[in-house]
């Protein structure tokens, strides 16, 4: 596997395997066996796996945790080899941002999708987002790349930005991967302790309290979201929500296109899950 630190030996590389298809998995590194099933879609899927290892300063807020984001390159090398890339690609921030954050042309998405839900608690999260991924993508250009649901509003906003700027590059929607009790995989997750831990079991609850309504056609999203809301006493619950894919707001859910959306933070801890129905 290659280890790619900066866009001239990004460009060698590609230039060796020019012809096939590249699969692509952006991450901010501290892989967990999440990312490591997108890494192996992709490996089964496309001739060449890059993986991009990048903390990317641009959608973190000022008073997030940008400086304390974990960081474990030689870990996240040795699990990219495992799962089977060809190559990580780990620029440096000036590399990517060679002008400077504040001095380059920005993206923003509409702000029905950017600015509610995560949106709202993280202004200009997605505008970040964008930047260094289509910035990835241009440096790359993938045929495929591979995004977890579990971040559903990223991968809608993806999504759009592929489609509005005619990017010809197919967005792989990957299932989110749970753990033993079935809390969704997150680097964020080792921000836990045991008791944060027992009380984040609470959100997986209510995703199962909710498929089990729809699962008998009770499709009211106030029902849903209020049995939802039930399991979730005792978080702080940024959000529930039933939406469609433009992430509106719906009354019913519609199968095949929409979704529970849940934030809630334990401790200090801000844990995101969802389920697609
Ligand atoms: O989902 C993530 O890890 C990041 O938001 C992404 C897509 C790698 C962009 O920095």
Redesign the pocket.
């Known amino acids: 596997m290659q280890i790619i630190r900066t866009i001239e030996e990004l460009r060698v590389f590609k230039k060796n395997h020019c012809s096939k298809s590249i699969g692509f998995v952006?991450?901010?590194g501290a892989l967990h066996l999440g990312h490591l099933s997108l890494i192996k879609n992709s490996v089964s899927n496309n001739d060449i796996t890059i993986v991009?290892l990048?903390?990317?300063p641009t959608?973190f807020g000022v008073n997030e945790d940008f400086d304390i984001y974990p960081r474990m390159e030689d870990k996240d090398i040795e699990l990219c080899k495992s799962a089977g890339a060809d190559a990580v690609f780990i620029p440096s921030i000036d590399m990517l941002y060679p002008n400077g954050l504040d001095n380059e042309v920005i993206l923003f998405p509409p702000k029905k999708m950017a600015n509610v839900f995560e949106g709202a608690f993280r202004s200009n999260h997605f505008s970040?987002?964008l930047r260094?991924?289509l910035k990835?993508f241009n440096l790359i250009n993938p045929s495929n790349a591979y995004?977890?649901k579990k971040?559903a509003q990223?991968l809608l906003i993806?999504k759009k930005m592929v489609n509005d700027l005619f990017l010809d590059i197919n967005i792989v929607s990957c299932d989110t991967i749970r753990d033993k009790n079935n809390l969704a995989l997150s680097?964020r997750n080792i921000y836990l302790d045991s008791r944060s831990y027992e009380m984040a079991l609470k959100i997986p609850q209510a995703i199962r309290s909710a498929i089990s309504l729809v699962m008998v056609n009770n499709l009211e999203s106030k029902k849903i979201e209020n049995a939802a809301l039930d399991c979730l006493k005792g978080l702080d619950v940024d959000y529930c929500n039933i939406v469609d894919l433009n992430l509106e707001t719906i009354d019913m859910v519609k199968k095949d296109s929409s979704l529970l959306i849940i934030a809630a933070r334990v401790g200090k801890v801000r844990l995101l899950d969802n389920c697609w129905f």
Request: aromatic residues 10%.
């Open positions: 952006p991450t901010m991009s990048f903390v990317n959608q970040g987002v260094v991924v990835l995004f977890g971040d990223q993806i680097s």
